[in-house]
């Protein structure tokens, strides 16, 4: 019976992204996926004749280009369209405008308060500055602060030194801005609500906190440091979907000689003696390998896949305190023709990028506080965007997909599993507030899907639907990643390891966790990693 | 007229102890004390005819060191064991759970489970708060180059972390930032003490139990220490206005001149470089040092003026959150309160009403948004039963701090403090059935009253939110984060400073320090 190298456990873009590296290194990699599609939440499927939806995850920009360009991505396929800006609603009929071009972006702001316009230059200028000492971190390893392993001395004397190398002053901002939170540091720069609302965005999406929450100015850079063709903070779509970069990443997997196998679920994974097997497929079939990596959050990786006795009780106690509570819905519309919004001028660019209609700090605050008391938010936060806009081929002529990412959405519902009825009043509640800015919107209304955590846990697989596969705190950060003593990629068990979101640097369609967890593995091989170009500094 | 080598402004228990520690050293120091009486938020006023009670109701972190080098006890202060006083969960439905000895070296009231896992936690949480002891006292460590004492300060930081253990030391790694609501949820069962541990978490800070790094606050209080018992507190005998007359009875054996009533006005700034102060009478004193004692935003804004300041440290100063939550109640009470199921002599203790981590999280949820909480969370003491001369005979005084009251109440306080009273109100009487009835007079301080009265900003004790980004080289902010200041000859020694607030007396000791170590 054939034994495989190395077996991936899930199809998604971390998995997909490590098992390329490994299949490149000369490893003879099958990735096992349970769906019967590829791309777990990076993923594109019709639904409704003629429309394509970006089902999970929806914007492209986080992606980490040394990847793409290892990979070979756009060969593949994989091409990204860069949008301009977009806009937050104003409950009074008017609107703020983002745009990409520092000085357009101004001017807009100037409309609304020319302190907070000349406020943006010296905003701007901080957070990159900000990114600029993070984003490295993003394609390294954690070392581990309690260890005395050479390695792990001389990656923290790196950090240390390139701390250091930010001089007194600015080491003193960061530290501030690490323990901030994103509404407390955007009241030193702003006075305008609307201003603030709109930048508190980057600091929530996807977290299970509030704006006013301490440690959400870091979530922004989490989400400011992306970039679509080496510009910075820009955001784009993927031509047909997300969808696109899994199917990009599996078609050069398989270029390099790689096996897919998909309708595949694992039941558990084989452990001899400590040290992995293989696995066990649902309905028994049992496949060999020497190494055994897992794209599946942590949670579900060690306390579904693996069992209790086959690992140390602190390890054990630690995943099951490792927090990974859903806070987010999605709800995917098809229209029948392009919603109109009375308050955006004709032809502005800000329809083509993502909309939002909470233009209060209070008002995503108390979106939270729903969250907090176990109820989806009355008054929600959506992040709203149009795809067609830019991407033909999703939807027919004329005709328009909208994807609204929708905050907050708690795993239950107070205290007890989602219902049908929940779902349906949950997208009630997303569509009225729709309406309320976009007239007869409810009519051009052909298709929806409606995803509460309770589906993205059942076909995603996202343990309570937390779509970074745990949450971005602090105790859940860098060497704390999924737990302490395990944030280099392995654990206890000998071969397996885990690739997903729950480990370092956390979510978003980025990929890094699949290739730092590929050059952890390929270092334990000793084989060359010469095919995976070093990280750089874009900034 | 005598000539002064230092002015400390503001005769609070930080300034005292700055004053009695430069003096000692052969410094010539007057005291400027803006008010009739000195001892700041640690005086006592009479509030109502014949009951008296002070701002700062319990003693839990006067710094070991202050006490011996002013030899307070000399001056009157006692630590006798007896004067620890227990910490009580109140509880509705009638069965409180009571800690007694230093934080709960015991629990009353509470099942066995409970206690065994509270053992284990508490040890924890001393173990992880010793850790932080020694970065509490000491400066800062400063980012650009360290000198000999901060590196020490690190060492030892460094060293107890070694001795934890590894699998310890990462679990401490893991919780320092924490929210403590996520914390006792890992490792509590009981609802009570979880209450009041998220409780004691965000005193005097504008945070939830939920909000990340909340666990910091229960870590501040655990590192202090009184009459040699971590996390102990106590009555002080003859309430803490005796705490405040001892400091200055050291302080004046050491040669400091106090001159109460004398409000600074200015801080002379002569190219570059601190001169004196001009009083509000126009008076000018002049000294190459001058200490402030008084919140930072006053001193650097108000008292030295923005115009001898470079625009980025005044923005840092002006960005420095001190928006006060905490209400002060004081109830003057023709008998002393019985409260449901607690033992009458255990009344001695701080009672907390906080039932529950969301009890609290609720509590805090409306000030976010600047409206006080329709159920809110308190501390109260009974001082006159420690005391009888706090109160005419037979009376009781009680002294609660209670939140969440914002300090810019969207409906303003005019209208609001009635409100928020009769908030307070029914939840005591929820505690202690009847108590209303005996209710002779009542004073509540909101932040506004607290910022007039006792020259708070903000109306924070703390001078200054005690959250993550404004401890150690960012308090009070970068550039006079380690009581030094941008203007030569001036110093800060306040709460405001590092470490941060209640009465420890390390940042007036810090700042006596980093002067006598400093050249002119």
């Given at each position: 019976?054939?034994?495989?190298?190395a077996?991936?456990v899930g199809?998604?873009h971390?998995?997909?992204v490590?098992?390329?590296?490994?299949?490149?290194?000369?490893l003879?990699?099958?990735v096992?996926?349970?769906?019967?599609?590829?791309?777990?939440?990076?993923?594109s499927?019709?639904?409704?004749p003629?429309?394509l939806?970006?089902?999970c995850s929806?914007?492209c920009?986080?992606?980490r280009?040394?990847?793409?360009?290892?990979l070979?991505?756009?060969?593949?396929?994989?091409?990204?369209i860069?949008?301009?800006?977009?806009?937050?609603?104003?409950r009074?009929?008017?609107y703020l405008?983002?745009?990409?071009?520092?000085?357009?972006?101004?001017r807009?702001?100037a409309?609304f308060?020319k302190?907070?316009?000349?406020?943006?230059?010296r905003?701007?200028r901080?957070?990159?500055?900000?990114?600029?000492?993070?984003?490295?971190?993003?394609m390294?390893?954690?070392?581990?602060?309690?260890?005395?392993?050479?390695?792990?001395?001389?990656e923290?004397?790196?950090?240390?030194?390139?701390?250091?190398?930010?001089?007194?002053r600015?080491?003193a901002?960061?530290l501030r801005?690490?323990?901030?939170?994103?509404?407390?540091?955007l009241?030193?720069?702003?006075e305008?609500?609307?201003i603030k609302?709109?930048?508190?965005?980057?600091?929530?999406?996807?977290?299970a906190?509030?704006?006013?929450?301490?440690?959400?100015?870091?979530?922004?850079?989490?989400?400011?440091?992306g970039?679509?063709?080496g510009?910075?903070?820009?955001w784009?779509?993927?031509?047909?979907?997300?969808g696109?970069?899994?199917?990009a990443?599996?078609?050069s997997?398989?270029?390099?000689?790689?096996?897919?196998?998909?309708d595949?679920e694992?039941?558990?994974?084989?452990?001899?003696?400590?040290?992995?097997?293989?696995?066990?497929?649902?309905?028994?079939?049992?496949?060999r390998?020497?190494?055994?990596?897992?794209?599946?959050?942590?949670?579900?990786t060690?306390?579904?896949?693996?069992?209790e006795?086959?690992l140390?009780?602190?390890?054990?106690?630690r995943?099951k305190?490792?927090?990974?509570?859903?806070?987010?819905?999605?709800v995917n519309?098809?229209?029948d023709?392009?919603p109109?919004?009375?308050?955006?001028?004709?032809?502005?660019?800000?329809?083509?990028?993502d909309?939002?209609f909470?233009?209060?700090?209070?008002?995503?605050?108390?979106?939270?506080?729903?969250?907090?008391?176990?109820?989806w938010?009355a008054?929600?936060?959506?992040?709203?965007?149009?795809?067609t806009?830019?991407d033909?081929?999703?939807?027919?002529?004329?005709?328009?997909?909208?994807?609204?990412?929708v905050?907050?959405?708690?795993?239950k519902?107070e205290?007890r599993?989602?219902?049908d009825?929940?779902?349906?009043?949950?997208?009630?509640t997303?569509?009225?507030?729709i309406?309320?800015?976009?007239p007869?919107?409810?009519d051009r209304?052909?298709?929806?899907e409606?995803?509460t955590?309770?589906?993205?846990?059942?076909?995603?697989?996202?343990?309570?639907g937390n779509?970074?596969?745990?949450?971005?705190?602090f105790?859940q950060?860098?060497?704390n990643?999924p737990v302490?003593?395990y944030?280099?990629?392995?654990?206890?068990?000998?071969g397996?390891?885990?690739c997903g979101?729950s480990?370092?640097?956390?979510g978003?369609?980025?990929?890094?966790?699949?290739?730092?967890?590929?050059?952890?593995?390929?270092?334990?091989?000793k084989?060359g990693?010469?095919?995976?170009s070093p990280a750089h500094?874009?900034? | 007229?005598?000539?002064?080598?230092?002015?400390?402004?503001g005769?609070?228990?930080?300034?005292?102890?700055?004053?009695?520690?430069?003096?000692?050293?052969g410094?010539?120091v007057?005291v400027l004390?803006?008010?009739?009486?000195t001892?700041?938020?640690?005086?006592?006023?009479e509030?109502?005819?014949?009951?008296?009670?002070?701002?700062?109701?319990?003693?839990?972190r006067?710094?070991?060191e202050t006490v011996?080098?002013?030899d307070?006890?000399?001056?009157?202060l006692?630590?006798?064991?007896?004067?620890q006083?227990?910490?009580?969960?109140l509880?509705?439905?009638?069965?409180p759970l009571?800690?007694?000895?230093?934080?709960?070296?015991?629990?009353e009231?509470?099942?066995?489970?409970?206690a065994?896992?509270?053992?284990?936690v508490?040890?924890?949480?001393?173990?992880?708060?010793?850790i932080?002891?020694?970065?509490l006292?000491?400066?800062?460590?400063?980012?650009?180059?360290?000198?000999?004492?901060?590196?020490?300060?690190?060492?030892?930081?460094?060293?107890?972390?070694k001795?934890?253990?590894?699998?310890?030391?990462?679990d401490f790694?893991?919780?320092?930032l924490?929210?403590?609501?996520?914390?006792?949820?890992?490792?509590?069962?009981?609802d009570?003490?979880?209450?009041?541990?998220a409780?004691?978490?965000v005193?005097?800070?504008?945070l939830?139990?939920?909000?990340?790094t909340?666990?910091?606050?229960?870590y501040?209080?655990?590192?202090?220490?009184?009459?040699?018992?971590?996390?102990g507190?106590?009555?002080?005998a003859?309430?803490m206005?005796?705490?405040?007359?001892?400091?200055?009875s050291?302080?004046?054996?050491?040669g400091?001149?106090?001159?109460?009533?004398s409000?600074?006005a200015?801080i002379?700034?002569?190219?570059g470089?601190?001169?004196?102060?001009a009083?509000?009478?126009?008076?000018e004193i002049r000294?190459?040092?001058?200490v402030?004692?008084?919140?930072p935003r006053?001193?650097?804004i108000d008292l030295?003026g923005?115009?001898?300041l470079?625009?980025?440290f005044?923005?840092?100063?002006q960005?420095?959150?001190?928006?006060?939550?905490?209400a002060?109640?004081?109830l003057a009470?023709?008998?002393?309160?019985?409260?449901?199921?607690?033992?009458?002599?255990?009344?001695r203790g701080?009672?907390?009403?906080?039932?529950?981590?969301?009890?609290v999280?609720?509590?805090?949820?409306?000030?976010?948004?600047?409206?006080?909480?329709?159920?809110?969370?308190?501390?109260m003491?009974?001082p006159?039963?420690?005391?009888?001369?706090l109160?005419?005979a037979?009376?009781?005084?009680?002294?609660?701090?209670?939140?969440?009251?914002p300090?810019?109440?969207?409906?303003?306080?005019?209208?609001g403090?009635?409100?928020?009273?009769?908030?307070?109100l029914?939840v005591l009487?929820?505690?202690?059935p009847?108590?209303?009835?005996?209710?002779?007079?009542?004073e509540?301080?909101?932040?506004?009253d607290?910022?007039?009265?006792?020259?708070?900003?903000?109306?924070?004790?703390?001078?200054g939110?005690?959250?993550?980004?404004?401890?150690?080289m960012?308090r009070?902010?970068f550039?006079?984060?380690s009581?030094?200041t941008?203007?030569?000859?001036l110093?800060?020694a306040g709460?405001?400073?590092?470490?941060?607030?209640?009465?420890?007396?390390?940042?007036?000791m810090?700042?006596?320090?980093?002067?006598?170590?400093?050249?002119?």
């Amino acid at each position: 019976m054939k034994s495989w190298d190395a077996i991936v456990v899930g199809a998604g873009h971390n998995g997909l992204v490590n098992a390329c590296y490994l299949q490149r290194a000369g490893l003879d990699v099958l990735v096992v996926e349970k769906n019967e599609w590829i791309g777990g939440a990076a993923v594109s499927r019709s639904l409704t004749p003629g429309f394509l939806y970006s089902n999970c995850s929806y914007v492209c920009s986080l992606f980490r280009p040394e990847i793409m360009r290892d990979l070979e991505l756009p060969k593949h396929g994989l091409q990204v369209i860069s949008y301009e800006g977009g806009a937050v609603f104003t409950r009074d009929g008017d609107y703020l405008a983002n745009y990409r071009d520092h000085h357009a972006h101004r001017r807009e702001f100037a409309r609304f308060s020319k302190k907070d316009a000349e406020a943006y230059d010296r905003y701007a200028r901080d957070v990159t500055r900000q990114c600029r000492f993070i984003q490295p971190l993003l394609m390294r390893t954690a070392p581990d602060p309690t260890s005395l392993r050479p390695r792990d001395i001389g990656e923290l004397l790196y950090l240390g030194k390139k701390f250091a190398g930010l001089g007194a002053r600015e080491m003193a901002d960061t530290l501030r801005f690490w323990t901030m939170s994103i509404s407390d540091y955007l009241d030193e720069y702003f006075e305008t609500d609307v201003i603030k609302a709109n930048f508190s965005i980057s600091g929530i999406i996807g977290t299970a906190l509030g704006p006013m929450s301490p440690g959400t100015a870091y979530v922004l850079l989490h989400h400011y440091m992306g970039e679509v063709d080496g510009s910075v903070g820009a955001w784009g779509y993927a031509r047909g979907g997300m969808g696109a970069i899994t199917k990009a990443l599996a078609a050069s997997f398989r270029a390099s000689g790689g096996t897919i196998r998909t309708d595949a679920e694992v039941e558990r994974i084989l452990i001899e003696n400590g040290r992995t097997g293989g696995i066990v497929l649902a309905g028994g079939e049992e496949i060999r390998a020497r190494l055994v990596v897992s794209n599946a959050d942590v949670k579900r990786t060690f306390l579904k896949l693996v069992e209790e006795k086959e690992l140390p009780d602190t390890f054990l106690r630690r995943v099951k305190n490792f927090r990974m509570r859903g806070s987010s819905g999605k709800v995917n519309i098809a229209l029948d023709s392009m919603p109109e919004f009375p308050a955006l001028p004709k032809d502005s660019p800000s329809i083509r990028g993502d909309l939002h209609f909470t233009d209060s700090v209070e008002r995503m605050e108390r979106a939270y506080d729903d969250w907090k008391a176990g109820r989806w938010s009355a008054d929600p936060f959506l992040d709203m965007m149009i795809p067609t806009t830019l991407d033909p081929t999703m939807a027919p002529p004329g005709k328009h997909f909208m994807s609204c990412f929708v905050q907050y959405c708690p795993p239950k519902v107070e205290g007890r599993d989602w219902t049908d009825a929940d779902r349906d009043a949950f997208a009630e509640t997303v569509i009225s507030q729709i309406a309320d800015y976009s007239p007869g919107f409810r009519d051009r209304i052909v298709h929806m899907e409606v995803r509460t955590p309770r589906e993205l846990e059942a076909e995603v697989g996202l343990t309570e639907g937390n779509i970074f596969q745990g949450e971005l705190t602090f105790d859940q950060l860098l060497f704390n990643r999924p737990v302490p003593g395990y944030a280099q990629y392995r654990s206890p068990i000998g071969g397996l390891y885990i690739c997903g979101s729950s480990t370092h640097p956390g979510g978003g369609v980025m990929g890094a966790p699949g290739r730092n967890a590929a050059s952890e593995i390929l270092r334990d091989l000793k084989r060359g990693a010469n095919h995976m170009s070093p990280a750089h500094d874009v900034i | 007229m005598t000539s002064f080598d230092c002015i400390v402004i503001g005769g609070g228990h930080n300034g005292l102890v700055a004053a009695a520690y430069l003096a000692k050293a052969g410094r010539k120091v007057l005291v400027l004390e803006a008010e009739t009486e000195t001892g700041g938020a640690g005086r006592s006023h009479e509030f109502a005819q014949g009951f008296r009670v002070s701002m700062a109701h319990l003693l839990n972190r006067l710094h070991p060191e202050t006490v011996k080098t002013l030899d307070l006890e000399s001056h009157g202060l006692t630590f006798s064991p007896t004067r620890q006083v227990p910490s009580v969960a109140l509880s509705a439905s009638g069965d409180p759970l009571i800690l007694t000895g230093a934080y709960g070296e015991k629990l009353e009231g509470a099942s066995p489970d409970a206690a065994r896992q509270w053992a284990e936690v508490r040890a924890q949480l001393f173990r992880y708060a010793g850790i932080l002891k020694p970065l509490l006292a000491r400066r800062p460590p400063a980012l650009g180059g360290m000198a000999l004492a901060e590196t020490a300060a690190f060492a030892m930081t460094g060293l107890s972390l070694k001795r934890l253990g590894q699998e310890d030391m990462r679990d401490f790694l893991r919780v320092l930032l924490m929210n403590v609501a996520d914390f006792v949820d890992e490792v509590l069962s009981d609802d009570r003490l979880k209450g009041l541990l998220a409780f004691d978490a965000v005193l005097g800070s504008h945070l939830g139990p939920r909000s990340p790094t909340s666990l910091l606050g229960l870590y501040y209080r655990l590192a202090g220490e009184i009459g040699g018992a971590p996390g102990g507190q106590l009555q002080p005998a003859g309430g803490m206005g005796a705490v405040m007359d001892a400091l200055r009875s050291a302080a004046e054996e050491a040669g400091v001149v106090i001159r109460t009533g004398s409000a600074v006005a200015r801080i002379l700034v002569e190219n570059g470089r601190a001169a004196g102060v001009a009083l509000d009478d126009g008076e000018e004193i002049r000294a190459a040092t001058v200490v402030s004692a008084a919140n930072p935003r006053t001193t650097f804004i108000d008292l030295v003026g923005p115009h001898h300041l470079d625009t980025g440290f005044v923005r840092r100063v002006q960005n420095v959150r001190m928006k006060g939550d905490a209400a002060k109640l004081h109830l003057a009470l023709d008998r002393a309160p019985e409260f449901l199921g607690l033992p009458l002599d255990h009344r001695r203790g701080r009672l907390v009403i906080a039932p529950s981590t969301n009890y609290v999280e609720n509590a805090f949820n409306p000030a976010k948004y600047g409206e006080f909480s329709p159920d809110p969370a308190m501390e109260m003491t009974l001082p006159s039963l420690d005391d009888p001369s706090l109160a005419p005979a037979g009376g009781c005084v009680l002294s609660a701090t209670v939140q969440y009251a914002p300090y810019a109440l969207k409906e303003g306080w005019e209208s609001g403090k009635p409100k928020f009273l009769e908030a307070i109100l029914s939840v005591l009487e929820r505690h202690a059935p009847g108590i209303r009835k005996t209710v002779l007079h009542s004073e509540l301080l909101t932040p506004p009253d607290i910022e007039k009265k006792y020259r708070l900003p903000g109306g924070h004790w703390h001078h200054g939110e005690l959250q993550a980004d404004q401890m150690l080289m960012s308090r009070p902010v970068f550039g006079a984060e380690s009581y030094g200041t941008p203007i030569a000859g001036l110093f800060l020694a306040g709460s405001g400073s590092h470490p941060g607030g209640g009465i420890s007396g390390v940042p007036g000791m810090n700042a006596a320090k980093r002067i006598l170590g400093t050249k002119g």
